[in-house]
T-cell receptor, first 113, second 112 residues
Framework: GENVEQHPSTLSVQEGDSAVIKCTYS??????FPWYKQELGKRPQLIID?????GEKKDQRIAVTLNKTAKHFSLHITETQPEDSAVYFC????????????FGTGTRLQVTL | EADIYQTPRYLVIGTGKKITLECSQT?????MYWYQQDPGMELHLIHY???????EKGDLSSESTVSRIRTEHFPLTLESARPSHTSQYLC???????????FGQGTRLTVV
């Protein structure tokens, strides 16, 4: 089955700096890669996703890059703000009707003033 | 409003009790998931369903069961609750194509 590794497990940056979280996946057939943000006491919510036919996607201060050859994808947050502090999860899903989402272990991002 | 609903939100029960956590979604999604998560920690997959009468066990499934008789409903049953089951349980659903998964608000379970 799919295995998703996520690094780092914790990340502390100063407000205004950039943050990068990296994930690798094992199943070369995976073709969908979402990123979720979970604030304290709340449910995970999708912030951005990318499909295997695209190498990069941006949404304001958030971007995701995908390297299919190396089987890794990354989340980039620019101009970080205190409200970006949360736990971030990457995930991967393969092709096929029975394929399921496999999550990384999460990264706790702390944006300090 | 299309959403995914979990009940109860909070539950405190005694050791040895049988409990069922409810999850329903109104989005017509064929895939549904149960995760166990301690606050701010990893999402551990307990069970997965890719359609009616089609379920798979996850990493932590050995002490629980699920059923998927209807598309919209995916209950999780703990046959004999233990203090080690104390955690938050999150239900999620997604469509058959590569679309996002939506999470319910969770059930926070405490076994005393």
């Amino acid at each position: 089955g799919e295995n998703v590794e996520q690094h780092p497990s914790t990340l502390s940056v100063q407000e205004g700096d950039s943050a990068v979280i990296k994930c690798t996946y094992s199943d070369s057939a995976s073709n969908y890669f979402p990123w979720y943000k979970q604030e304290l006491g709340k449910r995970p919510q999708l912030i951005i996703d990318i499909r295997s036919n695209v190498g990069e996607k941006k949404d304001q201060r958030i971007a995701v890059t995908l390297n299919k050859t190396a089987k890794h994808f990354s989340l980039h947050i620019t101009e970080t703000q205190p409200e970006d502090s949360a736990v971030y999860f990457c995930a991967a899903r393969g092709a096929g009707t029975a394929s399921k989402l496999t999550f990384g272990t999460g990264t706790r991002l702390q944006v300090t003033l | 409003e299309a959403d995914i609903y979990q009940t109860p939100r909070y539950l405190v029960i005694g050791t040895g009790k049988k409990i069922t956590l409810e999850c329903s979604q109104t989005m017509g999604h064929d895939k549904m998931y149960w995760y166990q998560q301690d606050p701010g920690m990893e999402l551990h997959l307990i069970h997965y369903s890719y359609g009616v009468n089609s379920t798979e066990k996850g990493d932590l499934s050995s002490e629980s069961t699920v059923s998927r008789i209807r598309t919209e409903h995916f209950p999780l049953t703990l046959e004999s609750a233990r203090p080690s089951h104390t955690s938050q349980y999150l239900c999620a659903s997604s469509g058959s194509m590569n679309t996002e998964a939506f999470f319910g608000q969770g059930t926070r379970l405490t076994v005393v």
